[in-house]
């Protein structure tokens, strides 16, 4: 053995021993003292990719193909290189090249079917990945993997068996069991899919099946009540596994379907009456700290009629017994259960309706409260908990002598929700800057209504699946579209119309190196943005601005998203055109528009409300919806069944809107080819996509709008919150 040969199979022994920077070390030297030597180029190639230096592993990898282009390993180590350089065709290609060289190189056809379903190159990844399981049948990545590309391809049936397998082989394949729920989705089987990634969570958490379990119980519906389901939903809304309003119809059902019930039933009967404490006593009051019920109100409004009563009824009996509580006498679970409830009033904004005999009487205890505090007298913890459950306690007076005594930790924890918080805001509003001025008589009007009610109020984002690449994401949500891939990472973003940031930080959060520009109109909506970003140490740029007026803007972005924006402007083309400007060529859009066949509900009560002459003011929205929570007529029950209905900022955007406009896909259509924009995709909930999908067979990528405006004719629901879609740009 030459002394060459020996300094190559030491380099190979620490290569492998995991000691790379010694390898790297000899492998030079072998290079050194012969550069012509294919194996040592190759080996250091493949070193430099396994360390992220994927540049310099295409050189070097390419210089011993030009020395011997007959090697596949070769050919499969450069393909690794350049597929983690985004270059697809070039690794697709020399991955081809070495299952021509060994027709039995498995890995090199389990990447090549994985890289050809990445491109939507179905039927060619299904066979790849086949031939890849016959040279290696007990792969549980080759079973993964087919399994995958056969769920792409629409045959989900086939799918599942091998996502088994792949379980079977490697218990502890989480890929797999996500990918198992999501065929179980895509076939209805929603129940199914939430108990595969249920199962994943025991064996192992990751972002990743959080992610989904959050996506699977959005809309999810039971008729029972599930233990397991029930501490996992307490789990995921307490740790923010996702947006609480995702978990929020599951939650509900599961505390309707609990031992609650009868209570929650008794106060709905009563209301608008307010049934007795003698009925709704402090036992009973203890239910508020059951802990699915907790979590769900001090994460998000609480989107339930039925519920709604029950905590409005609870509401009254919990200032009852305030009122009649001597000082150092309150019980502990009492506090508890007033301060969740102070939360979850102070989060919808104060939307209960209430008699003025209670509502006088909230005020008399403020009163006292606000005395006790001017004068230094003791104050009872669960008057300072009772009153917030009607007012936000930063507009008591003396309330910052609240900050300055001791208090039992869930009270100072509604402290810091309702009084230091909105300080924090208001600081922040000054140092908000002005991109451009804010004109108009629409803007400055929908500027108003929101600087009064930031919106949405809301308190945890959640986190979405997080992608290197805007491509990436776009190939995961819309298999079969077509677009021209952007090739970027560190997108640059616009959010126009952010309102209180959930918008941008998910959008932030969702791709690696995102630089994100949010704007509004609203001041106190970007202090509420900026706040949360702040707290999530996220660096987000916010800027106060008027869409109309930012074609004056010398920046351009990768990616645009406007969602609930446009329709609320003057003139919703004319802003969509100033955005239009913005997008550099090839760039994105992600729009979400209001249809004007979904909202037939909302054209109704709108009706109503301007001919009966209701304000938008926070009283006139609360008696509104006392009414229309008395009928039980269809348009009432459409308004109803809608989540902004449930927290007064949201129900003023909903149905009180100084502006609203709704559209109409051939309008949109006819908007897009002016536009020259390529429709890239439609987001809709797994059960239209199935529909639409055996309707039209003869559209797989879902992009014919003209078949769109025909399946929501005959489905009205269908967009009944928004039209949210995907466009693209003309490259350059």
């Known amino acids: ?114 890289a050809l379903r990445e491109e939507g190159r179905f039927a060619d990844s299904i066979a790849q990945l086949r031939a890849a399981l016959q040279l290696q049948p007990h792969s549980p990545l080759a079973h993964n993997s087919l399994g995958l590309s056969l769920a792409k391809a629409g045959h989900h049936g086939e799918a599942m068996p091998h996502y088994r397998q792949a379980i079977a082989l490697q218990p502890a394949l989480i890929e797999a069991y996500l990918n198992l729920a999501m065929s179980h989705a895509n076939r209805g089987e929603t129940g199914d899919a939430i108990a595969v990634v249920m199962r994943s969570i025991e064996i192992r958490e990751t972002p990743a099946n959080k992610e989904l ?70 036992q009973e009051l203890a239910a508020l700290r059951y802990p699915l019920l907790q979590a769900l109100m001090q994460g998000t409004v609480v989107h339930d009629p039925a519920l709604e009563k029950f905590l409005a009824a609870c509401r009254f009996a919990l200032l009852e017994i305030a009122e009649a509580t001597p000082l150092g006498k309150t019980e502990d679970h009492l506090l508890e259960s007033a301060c969740a409830l102070a939360r979850q009033c102070f989060i919808n904004e104060y939307v209960y309706a209430a008699e003025d005999a209670e509502e006088a009487r909230a005020r008399q ?41 001791s208090w039992p930790a869930t009270l100072a924890a509604l402290l810091d929700q309702q009084v230091r918080a909105p300080h924090e805001e208001a600081a922040l509003r000054a140092s908000i800057p002005q991109l451009t001025p804010i004109e108009g008589d629409v803007s400055r009007a929908v500027q108003t209504q929101y600087e009064a009610n930031p919106y949405p109020r809301w308190i945890t984002a959640g986190t979405l699946r997080q ?56 001041r106190a909506s970007l202090a509420y943005a900026a706040t949360k970003s702040r707290a999530l140490k996220l660096d987000i740029e916010y800027a106060q601005a008027d869409i109309m007026r930012l074609g004056s803007l010398e920046r351009r972005f990768d990616l645009i998203e406007s969602v609930g924006v446009l329709h609320h402007m003057a003139d919703p083309y004319a ?43 926070a009283a006139e929205i609360r008696r509104f919806r006392s009414e229309r929570m008395q009928r039980s007529d269809s348009a009432a029950q459409n308004v109803m069944r809608m989540t902004d209905f449930y927290s007064t900022s949201e129900c003023r955007d909903f149905l009180f809107h100084t502006q609203e406009h709704r559209m109409t896909l051939p309008a949109i259509k006819r908007f897009l080819a002016e536009q020259n924009l390529r429709f890239v995709g439609m987001e809709v909930v797994p059960v239209r996509a199935r529909q639409y999908a055996t309707r039209f067979p003869d559209d797989p990528a879902m992009t014919n709008l003209d078949n769109w405006d025909a399946f929501e004719r005959d489905n009205p629901q269908t967009f009944e919150s928004m039209y949210r879609f995907w466009l693209q740009a003309p490259a350059a």
């Open 575 to 617: 802003g969509w055109r100033v955005l239009l400007s913005l997008l550099r060529p090839g760039g994105f859009m992600r729009i979400a528009l209001y249809s004007e066949i979904g909202r037939w509900g909302v054209v109704a009560a709108r009706k109503e409300i301007a001919e009966r002459g209701f304000g938008a003011s």
């Open 467 to 522: 992608y290197p690449a805007l491509d990436e994401h776009l190939r995961d949500i819309f298999p079969a579209a077509t677009f021209q891939p952007l090739g970027k990472r560190g997108l640059d973003i616009l959010i126009a119309g952010c309102g209180t940031g959930q918008h941008a930080i998910l959008t932030t959060q969702q791709f690696e190196g995102a630089r994100t520009l949010a704007v509004d109109l609203s």
């Open 1 to 114: 053995m030459t002394s060459t040969d020996a300094a190559l199979t030491a380099a190979l022994r620490h290569h492998q021993a995991g000691q790379l920077a010694e390898a790297d070390r000899l492998y030079g030297e072998v290079l050194a003292a012969d550069p012509q030597n294919a194996h040592a180029l190759q080996l250091r190639g493949a070193l430099a990719h396994a360390t992220g230096r994927n540049e310099d592993a295409v050189e070097l990898i390419g210089r011993a193909i030009a020395l011997d282009g007959k090697v596949p390993d070769f050919h499969y180590n450069i393909g690794l290189a350049l597929w983690a350089l985004g270059r697809r065709a070039d690794a697709i290609r020399h991955w081809a090249r070495a299952i021509a060289l060994n027709p039995n190189f498995a890995p090199a056809r389990l990447n090549l079917g994985n």
């Open 365 to 405: 205890l403020r009163d006292r409260l606000e005395a006790a505090l001017a004068s230094g007298a003791p104050v009872s913890p669960l008057w300072v908990a009772s009153v917030a459950t009607y007012f936000p306690l930063h507009e008591v007076g003396a309330a910052d002598a609240l900050l300055t005594l």
């Open 213 to 282: 379990l959050a996506r699977l119980m959005s809309g999810f519906m039971l008729d029972s009540d599930n233990e397991p389901l029930r501490r996992m939903v307490t789990r995921a809304l307490a740790e923010g596994w996702g947006a609480p309003i995702q978990f929020s119809p599951t939650a509900i059902a599961l505390i309707r379907h609990s031992p609650m019930r009868p209570l929650i039933d008794r106060a709905a009967e009563a209301w608008p009456a307010r049934l007795p404490t003698t009925a709704l006593g402090q």
